[in-house]
């Protein structure tokens, strides 16, 4: 008897946010372990180079559909192509899109602000995994990544509508987790740290806090490349939790076994922060390549 390929292995996939970063770095990856994959986004030119990038590569195939992840049209309209395109029901969704929003409390947000944001990394991982399930059901065996964030379960000050996003997209994957239980199907979420991506370019972020946000990316930031082969290989283990960087496992023991201390600490580098930032400790920097990262 053949032994049964890994989920990540020749998948019919359809890869959101994949014009560049995390969501490229999983097409390139799936399209080297032989997949189909169907790459999204809402820039036409960006994932028209990542296709170009895995027909030069000549492994795998790829397809261009545009797709803005807070429609639900626009979802409807990629989960039918799709299916089209792979000629059949997608065995592997990368729900990945999503953008960069901070440094500003709450109640100085603004809802219009609340409302792009979560309409993207909260609704765009709904209406994806809504409309997408049931073609992984259909297709027997394989499975959803959802890209979440450490963000999920930080809490930083200063990112409360990135965090809400963040945190609604790690319960969504828990609760696809259990609903799946007991079929051929798994359920992972990302939730790193720094990522080198677009985030802070393409996000609405602060002077202050992209400054720092640039800074850290390239003093600790993982590359995309990494963190996509890692996850995509954590999923064919059938692992849900991805966390890939130390300083991530560290946030995330902290805020379980010292909940009080850790909101103390976070509060107090909120403070200090600023102060740092504004004497020149951390210096301009221009942050490289979308959406994901803290």
Same mark, same amino acid.
């Given at each position: ?67 803005? %992840?807070?429609?639900?049209?626009? /979802?409807? +309209?990629? =989960?039918? @192509?799709?299916?089209?395109? #792979?000629?059949?029901? &997608?065995? !592997? ?105 677009? %985030?802070?370019?393409?996000?609405? /972020?602060? +002077?202050? =806090?992209? @400054?720092?946000?640039?800074? #850290?990316?390239?003093? &600790?930031? !993982? ?72």
């Amino acid at each position: 008897m053949g032994r049964t390929l890994p989920r990540t292995r020749q998948a019919r996939a359809v890869v959101t946010g994949a014009g560049s970063g995390i969501g490229r770095a999983f097409a390139l990856e799936l399209a080297r372990r032989g997949g189909q994959v169907v790459c999204s986004d809402i820039d036409r030119d960006r994932i028209a180079e990542t296709v170009e990038m895995i027909e030069r590569a000549g492994s795998g195939t790829a397809h261009a559909v545009f797709c803005d %992840v807070s429609r639900t049209d626009d /979802i409807d +309209a990629l =989960a039918e @192509r799709a299916e089209e395109l #792979l000629g059949g029901p &997608t065995s !592997l969704m990368i729900n990945n899109a999503g953008v960069g929003i901070g440094g500003k409390p709450v109640g100085e947000i603004g809802l219009e602000d609340w409302q792009w944001a979560l309409g993207i990394n909260l609704w765009g991982m709904v209406y994806g995994s809504e409309k997408f399930v049931p073609q992984l059901r259909r297709a027997g065996r394989g499975g959803l990544i959802n890209v979440a964030s450490t963000a999920a379960f930080s809490a930083a000050p200063g990112m409360a509508a990135y965090n809400v996003g963040k945190a609604g997209v790690l319960a969504l994957s828990e609760t696809i987790a259990a609903e799946l239980g007991g079929t051929g199907l798994a359920v992972t979420v990302l939730c790193p740290t720094f990522v080198k991506t677009n %985030v802070a370019v393409d996000g609405r /972020i602060t +002077a202050e =806090a992209g @400054r720092l946000a640039g800074t #850290l990316m390239r003093w &600790t930031g !993982l590359s995309p490349e990494r963190v996509a082969r890692g996850t995509l290989d954590a999923h064919d283990r059938g692992q849900l939790y991805v966390v890939p960087q130390l300083d991530a496992k560290a946030i995330w023991a902290a805020k379980r076994h010292l909940p009080r201390t850790y909101t103390a600490g976070a509060g107090l580098l909120n403070r200090l922060l600023p102060a740092a930032t504004s004497s020149g400790a951390a210096a301009p920097t221009t942050p490289t390549t979308t959406a994901t990262g803290v």
